[in-house]
């Protein structure tokens, strides 16, 4: 037998009722004695005590197995008891909780003051269920169903069962619900029996039933208007699971509808089938503006054929007046081609033999010693006027052309680029190739524009010609450098837009191959027999020969031609291209496309002509100075009238010079002005 001592009065004020201590003995306690108090423990009492204690340890185990959490409260709300997983649930440990409030565990303030503690129920007897959120330590937000009960004793009892993952099933199906009801398709379920269990208010609008409890509970063949369409979108749905079609649906009131649907098969978890699943538009209306259109598709068809009727009919007229006109063209082409020939022939038969003749005569009077200085002058000028007449006869129409055909032509030319130019060219073909004196004259005065720009601009002093036969009808040209190359963007700058035109104009192709620092390969191919008079092609294509000592090292002034007429566009061109400074990167003939040149080329010069069709000089002048104010433009006119050149120096133009006065006076103002590149 053990003795307690009972030392003051808090010993006495916890022992008023029944207790079971430390050693298992059982006391109770006096209010009015004080002192030592001895107790004995019978063996029956001896034994109760074990098996309380193995009931208080069984409890404690089952509290820790229990799949919810578990706590234990004083009628004051005071946490005495709490198992593991209530710590796992709220992340807080248990010597954090007990002794606290049950408001101190981390519930959201948000759930607190929508839901308060109702410990009037509790005492009441009453069962209190709510929905709380917890905000662990990690921050992670937890949801739990708190269900709380006041115990016998005065105690509350709480089962904390974590339901966030339910909720979170519950928000998903929410929202499948939200889309599958608010959607303006014609929704619906069917279980697969075929008998509808759901369906949206789009399906009831669509199909004209004011309750949806007239809609459960039908079989789905009840809303089309074919039993037939019905059998057959379900054959189709049990073999792929999918289907989709248009069918003619049946309303409430009987009326037909088009619809246009999509159904597929509702399977479980383990892939068995449920039921179907379906969304369904009225494409009534869509259909009737398709026949619509293709009835209106039909009529248009038949007026557009006729009108193709007229159009041909007036196209046959215009072919002819067209072909009349060519014939016209081309009578005019060949007269001058005829005059040309006919001048070239005076100057070679005539004008050259005569002063060949003076030449000889007036060498006899040089070698008499009394003759002055000046005679011997005499001879030189005359030689001079001598090669002057043959340049001209040889840029009207080469008489090798005629004499000795084709290639004979091509090794002369190579042989002249050679002494005017220093440019060694390298010349291959057949001899014996048959084409006519228009197609030589063609070829002819292409590949010398094109040896003219190797001059110019590739910065080499050798070059290629090669002609060959790839098929009967037809003659390929190529010339080949190993110079600088250009990109391609700007191989018009480089004065292959007039070349293209031409060859183009008489079926055949041109093929241009260079890149910067590459050099470049031209190809141009021609047929022998074009259907195209030739003359169209190469007497508007006249030649600008640069100057033997041309170098683009030394060019400075990058010049725009602007006027209306042709003759006095290339006269222009060809007297500035003999100076070394100066080069004309593009033309123009009115002031619409002396405004898109000028924006394209960047020239530093542009010579404008005053009177012009579609835009004048003046206001292609006034937008030029507004875009492009580097720009220096020179007005030139027929008239020197004070009003216009009032008027082109009001609208920016630098200078303005009458068309009559001499070409120097030109050249003098260009240089005039620095160039915009440096």
Same mark, same amino acid.
Request: aromatic share 4%; net charge negative.
């Given at each position: ?39 004995? +423990? ?38 005495? &008891? ?7 649930? =709220? ?81 998903? $199906? ?25 369906? #949206? ?35 189709? $749905? ?31 978890? #383990? ?17 009737? =503006? ?37 014939? /016209? ?30 030449? %000889? ?34 840029? /009207? ?8 055909? $084709? ?14 130019? @220093? ?61 600088? @190359? ?38 141009? =191919? ?47 061109? &060809? ?40 835009? #004048? ?30 008027? %082109? ?28 590149? +440096?």
């Amino acid at each position: 037998m053990k003795n307690r001592v009972i030392r003051n009065m808090r010993d006495w004020k916890t022992m008023t009722r029944p207790a079971m201590m430390g050693d298992g003995v059982k006391y109770k306690s006096h209010p009015h004695k004080t002192g030592v108090m001895t107790v004995k +423990k019978t063996d029956k009492e001896r034994h109760t005590e074990d098996a309380l204690r193995k009931s208080e340890t069984h409890y404690r185990e089952l509290l820790d197995l229990a799949i919810d959490g578990i706590l234990l409260g004083s009628h004051e709300g005071m946490i005495i &008891e709490a198992n593991k997983h209530l710590c796992t649930i =709220t992340g807080v440990a248990q010597e954090d909780m007990l002794g606290r409030h049950i408001s101190a565990l981390p519930f959201t303030k948000e759930c607190l003051d929508k839901s308060p503690f109702r410990f009037d129920l509790l005492q009441k007897g009453k069962t209190v269920v709510s929905e709380r959120t917890l905000i662990r330590p990690d921050g992670s937000e937890v949801s739990v169903e708190m269900r709380t009960k006041m115990m016998p004793d005065g105690t509350y009892q709480s089962i904390f069962r974590d339901i966030t993952e339910r909720k979170q099933q519950e928000e998903e $199906l929410r929202l499948k619900n939200l889309v599958f009801d608010v959607s303006i398709a014609a929704n619906s379920i069917a279980d697969i029996e075929g008998i509808i269990i759901e369906a #949206n208010d789009a399906f009831l609008h669509i199909w004209g039933y004011p309750d949806k409890e007239e809609v459960i509970g039908k079989p789905i063949h009840h809303f089309l208007n074919n039993q037939a369409e019905a059998i057959a979108i379900v054959t189709a $749905l049990d073999k792929t699971d999918k289907w989709e079609g248009e069918y003619t649906a049946k309303r409430k009131d009987g009326t037909a509808f088009i619809a246009h649907g999509i159904a597929t098969i509702l399977k479980d978890k #383990n892939g068995k089938r449920v039921g179907y699943q379906s969304a369904v538009m009225d494409i009534t209306e869509r259909k009737r =503006t398709e026949e619509a259109l293709q009835n209106f598709t039909a009529t248009l068809e038949t007026r557009v054929e006729a009108y193709t009727r007229e159009i041909q009919s007036s196209n046959i007229s215009l072919l002819e007046t067209t072909a009349r006109l060519r014939d /016209l063209a081309e009578e005019v082409i060949q007269a001058e081609e005829r005059e040309r020939k006919r001048l070239a022939t005076i100057l070679h038969d005539d004008l050259q033999q005569l002063l060949v003749a003076a030449k %000889m005569k007036t060498h006899r009077i040089a070698s008499d010693a009394d003759i002055p200085l000046m005679r011997l002058e005499i001879i030189e000028l005359l030689e001079k006027s001598i090669g002057v007449s043959r340049n001209i006869v040889m840029d /009207l129409s080469p008489p090798i052309l005629w004499d000795g055909g $084709l290639m004979m032509g091509l090794s002369w030319l190579c042989r002249w680029m050679r002494e005017n130019h @220093g440019l060694t060219v390298e010349v291959k073909g057949p001899e014996d190739c048959e084409t006519s004196e228009p197609i030589n004259i063609l070829i002819f005065r292409a590949v010398r524009e094109l040896l003219f720009n190797v001059v110019k601009h590739a910065g080499v002093n050798r070059a290629s010609v090669e002609m060959d036969q790839p098929s009967a009808n037809l003659l390929r040209i190529v010339v080949r450098d190993q110079g600088c @190359g250009f990109p391609p963007n700007i191989s018009e700058k480089f004065g292959l837009f007039r070349l293209r035109e031409r060859i183009a104009y008489i079926g055949g192709t041109i093929e241009v191959e260079s890149a910067s620092k590459q050099g470049t390969r031209i190809s141009f =191919t021609v047929p022998l027999n074009p259907s195209t008079p030739l003359q169209d092609a190469y007497v508007s294509g006249d030649i600008i020969e640069p100057s033997p000592s041309s170098d683009p090292g030394l060019i400075k002034y990058r010049v725009l031609v602007v006027d209306d007429h042709e003759m006095l566009r290339h006269g222009l061109m &060809e007297l500035l291209d003999k100076e070394n400074d100066i080069t004309v990167i593009g033309v123009a003939e009115d002031g619409k496309q002396a405004v898109q040149q000028t924006r394209m080329l960047h020239p530093d010069i542009v010579l404008m002509d005053i009177s012009m069709p579609k835009m #004048n000089g003046i206001e292609a002048t006034r937008i030029i100075m507004d875009e492009m104010p580097e720009t220096c433009v020179i007005g030139l006119s027929m008239h020197d009238q004070a009003e216009m050149r009032r008027a %082109m120096h009001e609208a920016g133009a630098a200078a303005y010079l009458c068309k009559g006065e001499p070409i120097e006076d030109l050249i003098t103002t260009i240089r005039r002005f620095p160039p915009v590149r +440096k």
